[in-house]
């Protein structure tokens, strides 16, 4: 970053200082839409995510975008460079009704292995707290208290019994701290300590609500010290942001941090509203994964997206003020780089516009995505890969993991003559949508029929 302060004792006119200090700042901000950048780091739109982390592999469950849907996203990965979407038995809205929930999809997971083995789940489910138990992070799931929520929106109806979350201390113990408040104010947060089985409340809820807490707890243990950490403001703009408390014991009392709030809105980078966080630590670091808003940014629609950057506390125990990015840590960064795709150019029928160019399919940026114009009834993208070769796979990430989209996939040695990968139109769902067994290649081509079963839109489009 260019030094400013020198600028103003060389006595230079004020017009001009102003106009290197406003183009000092635009060459030190991040643009969001630069080829490779880590974060978002999982294609699609979700948030409030929650981590599980194995031997083998690390899952991410969260809230489907936008504003919750009937199921649960879930990802996973071996590296943190190739993530594949999973399809979960449970929750679903149609499994976990009572006569006390509201119309409220699903929310808000958090996942845990307890001492005892088995994976728990307690997650949002028409404003009430659910919970589920399974023999893996995959499943099958199944409803631990058969047909009745673990916190019904009955307990207290000042407050949003949501955004659950689970925390099992060194010892042992675990704690479920959950809450929220009505029409973005006046949040609460209730703890309670569980029994061994995890299903039953070891004692009487306690309200534990810090500083400036609005819903979405988590709490992470560091040094002996006990921090719940919590979003404030409206998930739906960009005064969402990320605070924290520091306690002796799981039950506070709590003291705001002196770096409070320690993640929040970046307009200058682009990034936000930030918030409804997880930590986890891996290989010796600490990270946070949060959700922010999706860019451009659409305030007639709630699509937000997962970021990961990295967490570090000062020598006084506080957690150091986080610069959220768009290139994410280097854990990202170094786990994209063994993940190179051919190289290749790419063409359609048309698009968007600017910020939605056929070019945003082949950038390894999952902020940016193709759209084709609203009036193409036919559209097509094209890959050039410069030279012929023998493809081994592609992979296609379209807008919506959980949606199906119908397309036909061919290939050319010419770019004149083509012929059928996929046997006509294939309709697919998931992501990535992945095909092996590829012909020799130079060109590459999806086209979309009309009607389709879903409108175009594409993060990426790789082949390797």
């Not at 006569?99 to 489910?125: C, D, E, L, Q």
Request: with cysteine; net charge neutral.
């Amino acid at each position: 970053m260019l030094r400013v302060r020198s600028l103003f004792r060389l006595h230079l006119p004020s017009q001009l200082c102003f106009a290197l200090l406003l183009f000092a700042c635009q060459i030190s901000a991040q643009q969001w839409n630069s080829p490779h950048d880590g974060n978002p780091f999982i294609p699609g739109y979700y948030a409030d995510a929650s981590v599980v982390q194995t031997a083998e592999e690390t899952y991410v469950f969260a809230t489907e975008d936008p504003w919750g849907g009937d199921h649960l996203g879930c990802w996973r990965s071996t590296d943190f460079a190739m993530w594949k979407s999973c399809t979960l038995n449970w929750p679903t809205k149609q499994a976990a009704v009572s006569a006390t929930a509201n119309g409220n999809k699903v929310w808000a997971p958090s996942v845990i292995r307890a001492k005892n083995g088995r994976y728990y789940m307690y997650v949002s489910i028409g404003s009430e707290v659910w919970v589920g138990t399974a023999d893996r992070p995959l499943g099958p799931w199944r409803n631990a208290l058969g047909s009745r929520p673990l916190i019904p929106a009955t307990f207290h109806r000042a407050y949003n019994m949501i955004d659950a979350e689970v925390f099992q201390d060194t010892d042992g113990t675990a704690y479920l701290y959950w809450g929220s408040g009505l029409h973005w104010v006046n949040g609460h947060c209730f703890a309670v300590r569980l029994k061994p089985d995890m299903i039953t409340f070891d004692g009487e809820p306690q309200d534990v609500t810090p500083p400036s807490y609005f819903e979405g707890p988590f709490m992470y243990k560091h040094a002996g010290l006990y921090y719940l950490m919590y979003s404030q403001g409206k998930a739906t703009d960009s005064t969402y942001n990320v605070r924290y408390s520091i306690g002796d014991t799981p039950f506070g009392p709590f003291r705001e941090g002196r770096n409070s709030p320690l993640l929040s809105t970046d307009e200058a980078q682009q990034i936000l509203g930030p918030g409804h966080h997880a930590i986890f630590d891996r290989a010796g670091k600490t990270y946070i994964l949060y959700h922010r808003h999706s860019l451009p940014f659409d305030a007639k629609i709630v699509r937000r997206q997962l970021c990961i950057d990295e967490l570090q506390f000062d020598a006084d125990g506080e957690i150091r003020r986080i610069t959220p990015t768009h290139t994410g840590p280097t854990l990202l960064r170094v786990a994209r780089k063994t993940k190179e795709a051919l190289g290749a150019d790419v063409t359609a029928s048309s698009s968007l516009d600017e910020l939605h160019h056929a070019s945003a399919s082949v950038d390894d940026n999952y902020a940016t995505r193709w759209l084709p114009a609203t009036d193409d009834h036919a559209p097509w993208l094209q890959l050039n890969l410069r030279r012929t070769t023998q493809p081994h796979r592609l992979e296609i990430r379209f807008e919506y993991p959980e949606k199906t989209y119908a397309f036909r996939l061919q290939s050319s040695l010419d770019g004149k003559i083509w012929a059928d990968i996929t046997t006509g139109v294939t309709h697919q769902s998931g992501s990535p949508v992945v095909m092996d067994h590829l012909p020799k290649s130079r060109y590459l081509r999806m086209s979309f029929p009309e009607p389709s079963s879903e409108p175009v839109s594409i993060f990426e489009w790789n082949v390797f």
